[in-house]
């Protein structure tokens, strides 16, 4: 691939295009649970040994999320001591493992096609698993980009991968449409006290027994050519200098950057890792909360509520093909997630922050005013519409610019598992949440809350979060010794 005294440009996308992938994984991982779980409910209320409440239901839909805080918890320990390139492969080989796993997780031991509460407990396992590999890929993947990008389009190019899950997410609707095809989805009626029986099941015989096995396993395509594709790339030239290996620091940075700008680049690098064992505190409190915050915000917001939520909710608006619109708001959030992607070297992190969490509080409070009317149902739809865009501007993909950028050199592995932990935290809290509160107080209310938290998110940016736009990440030292 040609050098230029520039570096190459093909080199530093195919690199970054690799790293992306882990993206895609994250929101096909994610996602996928959306068109299977109603397959997996109907199979496993077939179970003789254990009835398969509401409960069950909603812990397995959502079992995932607590391999994600444990993923992104190691994720700094994992990252600090394999290196960034290793722990992504370790990610990847978790998706698959986890692929496989839920599409069968009989696993050759247990009897084929027998629910019970032993299939029931080895699945989880398997959903668990995948979600470590989601919250390292959440961790790591920004991390990775972050630390092998120019400064000068850095933010651009870990914008891409909050495009990537998006586009994972979108990818995965489609894959699970195409997998059940002619075939009927099951339909599930509520009996009272956590019960519910099967209508018709005759009609849904194969989505119960087959379709959602498909749908998980499809996503060992993917995971695999992750998996495969991530030993191919570099380690990035900031842990290879922070473990002493200069040199193959040095030609990995010329490869991207030019071979003059590799030296002074290494240099600044070098002058920042010199002390190797920095508590995490070195800089002091506001540069870990300020971290804790953004990741904690982007999910207080309460995006998940309509991502998660999105066909029950138009749904419960009236809308005939529910579906539908939810494709259609992905397609929504896609062209909105590339308004970041364009602009954010351009406009900076902070105006794109502010402008999304105003325009996020006004999609949230129009939903408050008028969900429920049926004059008003096609506001309450667009305010829903200019809600989710406004997010995928804005807090979407640059919270995940920010978190990759915003600490030191020496406490980023360690900072950026302790943000992102959180951020899956709150991601449980917001996703467990919504529904009963939803339904014990209102959408007004939980909406009206969502507004009310997008406007504090607004005022933070403002008076706390630091602009970065332009920096290198060794800036990043000096502007928190400022402080």
Same mark, same amino acid.
């Given at each position: 691939?040609?050098q230029?005294? $520039?570096?190459?440009?093909?080199?530093?996308?195919?690199i970054v295009?690799?790293?992306?992938?882990?993206?895609? #994984?994250?929101?096909?991982?994610?996602?996928?649970?959306? +068109?299977?779980? $109603?397959g997996?409910? /109907?199979?496993?209320?077939?179970?003789?040994?254990?009835?398969?409440?509401?409960f069950?239901h909603?812990?397995?839909s *959502?079992? /995932?999320?607590?391999?994600?805080?444990?993923?992104s918890g190691?994720?700094?320990?994992l990252?600090?001591?394999?290196?960034?390139?290793?722990? #992504?492969?370790?990610a +990847?080989i978790?998706?698959?493992? *986890?692929?496989w796993?839920?599409m069968?997780?009989e696993?050759m031991v247990l009897?084929?096609?027998?629910?019970?509460?032993?299939?029931?407990i080895?699945?989880?396992?398997?959903?668990?698993?995948?979600?470590?590999?989601?919250g390292?890929?959440?961790?790591?993947?920004? @991390?990775?980009?972050?630390e092998?990008?120019?400064?000068?389009?850095?933010?651009?190019l870990?914008?891409?991968?909050?495009?990537?899950?998006?586009?994972?997410q979108?990818?995965?609707y489609?894959?699970?449409?195409?997998?059940?095809?002619?075939?009927?989805?099951?339909?599930i009626?509520?009996?009272?006290?956590?019960?519910?029986?099967?209508? %018709?099941?005759?009609?849904?015989?194969?989505?119960?027994e087959t379709? !959602?096995r498909? @749908?998980?396993?499809?996503?060992?395509?993917?995971?695999?050519?992750?998996a495969?594709?991530?030993c191919?790339?570099?380690?990035?030239?900031?842990?290879?200098?922070?473990?002493?290996? &200069?040199?193959?620091?040095?030609?990995?940075l010329?490869?991207?950057?030019? /071979?003059?700008?590799?030296?002074?680049?290494?240099?600044?690098?070098?002058?920042t890792v010199?002390?190797?064992?920095?508590?995490l505190?070195t800089?002091?409190?506001?540069?870990?909360?300020?971290?804790i915050?953004?990741?904690?915000?982007?999910?207080?917001?309460?995006? %998940?509520?309509v991502l998660?939520?999105?066909?029950?909710?138009?749904?419960?608006m009236?809308?005939d &093909?529910p579906?539908m619109?939810?494709?259609?708001?992905?397609?929504?959030?896609?062209?909105?997630?590339c308004?970041a992607?364009?602009?954010?070297?351009k406009l900076?992190?902070?105006?794109?922050?502010?402008?999304?969490?105003l +325009?996020?509080?006004?999609g949230?409070?129009?939903v408050?005013c008028?969900?429920?009317?049926p004059?008003?149902q096609?506001?309450?739809?667009?305010?829903?519409?200019?809600?989710?865009a406004?997010?995928?501007?804005?807090?979407?993909?640059?919270c !995940?610019v920010?978190?990759?950028?915003?600490?030191p050199?020496?406490?980023?592995?360690?900072?950026?598992a302790?943000?992102?932990?959180f951020q899956?935290?709150?991601?449980?809290?917001?996703?467990t949440?919504?529904?009963?509160?939803?339904?014990?107080?209102?959408?007004?209310?939980?909406?009206?809350?969502?507004g009310?938290?997008?406007?504090?998110?607004?005022?933070?940016? !403002?008076?706390?979060?630091?602009?970065? $736009? +332009?920096?290198t990440?060794? &800036?990043?030292t000096?502007?928190?010794k400022? %402080?």
């Amino acid at each position: 691939m040609a050098q230029t005294d $520039k570096g190459s440009k093909a080199y530093l996308f195919s690199i970054v295009l690799v790293a992306v992938l882990g993206g895609l #994984l994250f929101g096909y991982d994610t996602a996928v649970i959306s +068109g299977a779980e $109603k397959g997996l409910q /109907a199979f496993f209320m077939g179970a003789s040994d254990f009835t398969y409440t509401d409960f069950w239901h909603g812990f397995t839909s *959502s079992s /995932a999320l607590i391999g994600c805080i444990i993923g992104s918890g190691i994720s700094g320990i994992l990252a600090s001591n394999w290196g960034r390139k290793k722990s #992504l492969i370790f990610a +990847g080989i978790m998706f698959f493992i *986890s692929a496989w796993g839920s599409m069968c997780p009989e696993s050759m031991v247990l009897a084929k096609g027998e629910p019970n509460l032993t299939l029931l407990i080895v699945f989880n396992i398997y959903r668990v698993i995948g979600g470590v590999g989601v919250g390292l890929a959440s961790a790591v993947c920004p @991390m990775y980009i972050g630390e092998i990008a120019p400064s000068n389009i850095r933010g651009m190019l870990v914008s891409w991968n909050q495009f990537a899950i998006i586009f994972g997410q979108l990818v995965v609707y489609f894959v699970n449409f195409f997998i059940l095809g002619d075939h009927i989805a099951p339909a599930i009626q509520s009996i009272g006290e956590g019960m519910n029986k099967i209508l %018709n099941p005759a009609e849904s015989a194969w989505a119960i027994e087959t379709g !959602w096995r498909y @749908m998980f396993g499809s996503e060992m395509v993917p995971a695999g050519l992750f998996a495969l594709l991530i030993c191919f790339v570099p380690e990035t030239p900031r842990y290879l200098a922070m473990i002493g290996q &200069d040199e193959k620091a040095e030609t990995i940075l010329a490869r991207i950057n030019g /071979a003059q700008k590799a030296k002074e680049i290494l240099n600044d690098i070098k002058n920042t890792v010199t002390e190797k064992t920095e508590r995490l505190m070195t800089y002091g409190f506001l540069c870990i909360f300020v971290g804790i915050m953004l990741s904690v915000f982007q999910q207080a917001v309460g995006i %998940n509520a309509v991502l998660y939520y999105a066909p029950r909710i138009y749904e419960a608006m009236g809308f005939d &093909d529910p579906m539908m619109l939810t494709v259609f708001n992905g397609i929504v959030n896609l062209g909105f997630t590339c308004v970041a992607i364009f602009t954010v070297e351009k406009l900076g992190r902070k105006p794109l922050l502010i402008t999304g969490s105003l +325009g996020m509080a006004i999609g949230a409070i129009g939903v408050a005013c008028t969900f429920g009317n049926p004059d008003l149902q096609l506001l309450c739809m667009i305010s829903i519409m200019v809600y989710s865009a406004s997010f995928m501007f804005s807090w979407g993909p640059i919270c !995940w610019v920010l978190i990759a950028e915003v600490f030191p050199n020496t406490i980023r592995g360690a900072a950026v598992a302790i943000a992102v932990a959180f951020q899956w935290i709150f991601n449980w809290i917001v996703s467990t949440s919504f529904v009963p509160m939803a339904n014990s107080l209102g959408f007004w209310f939980v909406y009206g809350m969502y507004g009310v938290i997008c406007v504090i998110a607004a005022v933070f940016v !403002w008076k706390l979060v630091p602009e970065t $736009k +332009g920096k290198t990440l060794e &800036d990043m030292t000096k502007l928190w010794k400022k %402080n």
